[in-house]
């Protein structure tokens, strides 16, 4: 086992580009990511299982709308069912019936949005408040614990506690067995000062990334007979350019054992208004230091329009949960714009959420009827807006994809904000 080519068993995971060098958007591009569990065309849209499931929606419909990879929380699925479990399942994807690539985060999340407990990622606004080091949200009680060597968490579940590091982190994602999964890093807000941001990478990011790269290497060497499971390292820096790039630098030169990181995770604090800046100042780097051909995964998007701006600076891959969540609501996408169908003016309305929309809940079922269930709390409510949100956001980064092959990204994203208006 011992005499395991790391780089070899690497090449299990591989990203290829396709279409690039638009003369408008020179950092846009779209390929393939090739895992052990299939490929994944980009830029891809990768909706969140959070518990392994997306609520209310079968791992079966969520590919037949176009689901190419899900992503899960690492946090959760430790507290339950216990990453052995999925371990024991044969890996998430098993575990949950999903029969293509899946994700994982690390749980470094957490350290935010339990901890300091902020909103997430991209949805900050700096005018919120004001500028100490270690800010709690008054919402929420702490329940994470930042240390130099890592973090406790109280578990939500039974207040017990639940001790995170670099190593336990890449533990526990081994054991639930995505194909992509990040390293663990400290999550800042933009409420943080500049000096903590230095002293957060300077002290913990960066040492906690490479000894999650350390971890990984050995890992994948005990793991030996277990299909290559890809570590993202993840970018920090909040707003602050010269940190945006010098993390780009330092995290693509890191090496243990001839091992590299797969490919990087785009997170943490980011000003919504100075989003494209700061993806750009991340993949310039990223392209300058020779890592142009690793997959970029923009964490946590929270607008259609992050989609655009992700994909013209160079993003592969995004997340999001708010196309599930919001459904929940009663909030729909459409191009024209998100419409509530729990407005009184869809209560007899007997058409459905977008004419033009492919899925099965626009085939079927109408405003009218939704609103109804989403009222009433219906659970085949939740379901259906859910199967439509998730589709057209789904079918909208297949759109941007095409377009960008055929070369007509800037007429397609035109026509887009066209209808939006
Ligand atoms: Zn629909």
Same mark, same amino acid.
Request: hydrophobic share 35%; net charge neutral.
């Given at each position: 086992?011992?005499? $395991?080519?790391?780089?070899?068993?690497?090449?299990?995971?591989?990203?290829?580009?396709?279409?690039?060098k !638009? #003369?408008?958007?020179? $950092?846009?591009?779209?390929?393939?990511?090739?895992?052990?569990?299939?490929?994944?065309? =980009?830029?891809?849209?990768?909706?969140?299982?959070?518990?392994?499931?997306?609520?209310?929606?079968?791992?079966?419909?969520?590919?037949?709308?176009?689901?190419? *990879?899900?992503?899960?929380n690492?946090?959760?699925?430790?507290?339950?069912?216990?990453?052995?479990?999925?371990?024991s399942? %044969?890996?998430?994807?098993?575990?949950?019936?999903?029969?293509?690539?899946?994700?994982?985060? #690390? %749980?470094? @999340?957490?350290?935010?949005?339990?901890?300091?407990?902020f909103?997430?990622?991209?949805a900050?606004?700096?005018?919120?408040?004001?500028?100490?080091?270690?800010?709690?949200?008054?919402?929420k009680?702490?329940?994470?614990?930042?240390?130099?060597?890592?973090?406790?968490?109280?578990?939500?579940?039974d %207040?017990?506690?639940?001790?995170?590091?670099?190593?336990?982190?890449?533990?526990?994602?081994?054991?639930?067995?995505?194909?992509?999964?990040?390293?663990?890093?400290?999550?800042?807000?933009? @409420?943080?000062?500049?000096?903590y941001?230095i002293?957060?990478?300077?002290?913990?990011? +960066?040492?906690?990334?490479?000894?999650?790269?350390? *971890?990984?290497?050995?890992?994948?060497?005990?793991?030996?007979?277990?299909?290559?499971?890809?570590?993202?390292?993840?970018?920090?820096?909040?707003?602050?350019?010269?940190?945006?790039?010098?993390?780009?630098?330092?995290?693509?030169?890191?090496?243990?054992e001839?091992?590299?990181?797969?490919? @990087? %995770?785009?997170?943490?604090?980011?000003?919504?208004?100075?989003?494209?800046?700061?993806?750009?100042?991340? =993949?310039?780097?990223?392209?300058?230091?020779? *890592?142009e051909?690793?997959?970029?995964?923009?964490?946590?998007?929270? *607008?259609?329009?992050?989609?655009?701006?992700?994909?013209?600076?160079?993003?592969?891959t995004? !997340?999001?949960?708010?196309?599930?969540?919001?459904?929940?609501?009663?909030?729909?996408?459409?191009?024209?714009?998100?419409?509530?169908?729990?407005?009184?003016?869809?209560?007899?309305?007997? &058409?459905?959420?977008?004419?033009?929309?492919?899925?099965? &809940?626009?085939?079927n079922?109408?405003?009218?009827? $939704?609103? +109804?269930?989403?009222?009433?709390?219906?659970?085949?409510?939740?379901?259906?807006a859910?199967?439509?949100?998730?589709?057209?956001?789904?079918?909208?980064v297949?759109?941007?994809?095409?377009?960008?092959?055929?070369?007509?990204?800037?007429?397609?994203?035109?026509?887009?904000?066209?209808?939006?208006?």
């Open positions: 086992m011992n005499d $395991l080519n790391l780089k070899e068993k690497q090449s299990e995971f591989s990203f290829k580009i396709s279409k690039k !638009d #003369s408008c958007f020179p $950092l846009m591009r779209s390929g393939t990511i090739t895992t052990p569990h299939g490929d994944i065309q =980009t830029p891809a849209f990768i909706p969140v299982a959070t518990r392994a499931t997306i609520k209310g929606v079968s791992p079966e419909i969520m590919r037949s709308i176009g689901a190419q *990879a899900l992503l899960a690492a946090y959760h699925l430790r507290l339950r069912p216990g990453e052995n479990i999925l371990d399942a %044969g890996g998430l994807g098993k575990f949950m019936n999903w029969n293509g690539p899946t994700f994982t985060d #690390s %749980g470094g @999340f957490q350290v935010m949005s339990l901890g300091v407990g909103k997430k990622v991209v900050m606004s700096v005018q919120e408040n004001s500028t100490s080091g270690n800010l709690l949200s008054k919402k009680q702490q329940l994470a614990f930042i240390d130099q060597d890592g973090v406790t968490f109280k578990s939500h579940l %207040g017990s506690s639940l001790r995170f590091t670099p190593e336990i982190s890449l533990e526990v994602q081994h054991a639930i067995g995505a194909d992509i999964m990040f390293a663990f890093d400290e999550l800042t807000t933009l @409420f943080h000062t500049r000096d941001q002293e957060s990478l300077k002290t913990r990011t +960066h040492p906690w990334s490479v000894r999650s790269l350390q *971890a990984h290497a050995e890992l994948t060497r005990k793991r030996a007979d277990k299909p290559y499971q890809a570590l993202f390292a993840v970018l920090q820096g909040a707003n602050f350019e010269d940190l945006r790039r010098q993390t780009s630098q330092y995290l693509s030169n890191v090496e243990v001839g091992l590299d990181f797969d490919g @990087f %995770g785009i997170g943490g604090a980011l000003e919504k208004e100075r989003l494209g800046d700061i993806i750009s100042w991340c =993949t310039t780097e990223l392209n300058s230091a020779g *890592a051909d690793k997959p970029r995964h923009l964490l946590g998007i929270s *607008a259609v329009s992050d989609l655009f701006l992700g994909v013209e600076n160079g993003v592969d995004f !997340d999001c949960v708010s196309p599930a969540r919001e459904a929940r609501n009663g909030a729909l996408y459409t191009p024209s714009g998100r419409i509530n169908v729990k407005n009184a003016k869809y209560r007899a309305d007997f &058409t459905p959420v977008y004419d033009q929309c492919d899925c099965y &809940t626009c085939a079922y109408t405003k009218s009827y $939704l609103a +109804h269930l989403i009222k009433s709390g219906e659970m085949f409510g939740a379901t259906l859910t199967i439509h949100n998730e589709r057209f956001i789904l079918r909208l297949d759109d941007i994809r095409e377009s960008i092959q055929t070369g007509n990204y800037q007429e397609f994203k035109a026509d887009f904000f066209a209808r939006a208006e």
